[in-house]
Nanobody
């Protein structure tokens, strides 16, 4: 069994910062790509940022220059540093990870979500 546990969400004023963490635990052979998604009320879930096992990253245009994704492979953890937050960043943030149970087989797991609210 694999679990992804997120933390770090909360209420912040516009221009503020938050750091999200997502730790994977359980029966893990290795982890492939990891990413952060978000879903605002009435909107579709969107990919915010992703990072490969080798460290390559990509971001949705709206967060480029403000958010940074990173990972610590020794801790099976992915982070999302969010700076200069805007009200439109308000959403439920989910982490996602490709968890390999052996060399060839993986499943994509989701965390439970952590709320980020940007408001004055």
């Amino acid at each position: 069994q694999v679990q992804l546990v997120e933390s770090g969400g909360g209420l912040v004023q516009p221009g503020g910062s938050l750091r999200l963490s997502c730790a994977a635990s359980g029966s893990i052979f290795s982890i492939g790509a990891m990413g952060w998604y978000r879903q605002a009320p009435g909107k579709q879930r969107e990919l915010v940022a992703a990072i490969t096992s080798g460290g390559s990253t990509n971001y949705v245009d709206s967060v480029k220059g403000r958010f940074t994704i990173s990972r610590d492979n020794a801790k099976n953890t992915v982070y999302l540093q969010m700076n200069n937050l805007r009200p439109e960043d308000t959403a439920l943030y989910y982490c996602n990870a490709e968890i390999y149970s052996d060399r060839h087989v993986y499943f994509a797991y989701w965390g439970q979500g952590t709320q980020v609210t940007v408001s004055s």
